[in-house]
């Protein structure tokens, strides 16, 4: 596997919001940190944090290549998708650190925007180890 290749896996995995897909991009014992400070290990880990993907519709995954070499890769992507759920919106918000944007009672749920740095090392056909990094906004009109 190569960045371009993981990428598209990524890409693919999100827009589908497939936790099995996404965790079938690692191998057996692989992490994905999705902050400098968090990391989920392993399959059941990987599938378990994906599914928060369920909070979002109409999710778009764009990415560019930066850097590829034997065994690693760096690549910038944005993401942008519709809040599916008030409730699990927040609950997810408040989780991992995203401000909620400003709104009141009755406002439409956000459009938000991703924008981040993903750093892989592969071994075989599969990624061992990727790190994220990366900033959410409400979209802008």
Sequence with gaps: MNIEQFMHGYKAAWERRDPAMFAALFVPDGEYH???FQV?????????????VELQE????GFEILA????????????TYQVASEELFQIWAKSTGT???PRKPGDPLPRMVLDGVLHATF???RCAVARIWWHS???QG
């Design 34 to 36: 999705n902050t400098p």
């Design 123 to 125: 071994s075989g056909e």
């Design 58 to 61: 109409d999710v778009r995954v």
């Design 68 to 79: 590829s070499a034997a065994g690693s890769g760096v690549a910038h992507w944005r993401t």
């Design 137 to 139: 906004l409400p979209q």
């Design 99 to 101: 401000s909620l944007p």
């Design 40 to 52: 989920q290990r392993g399959t059941a880990q990987l599938v378990e944090y994906w599914k928060r």
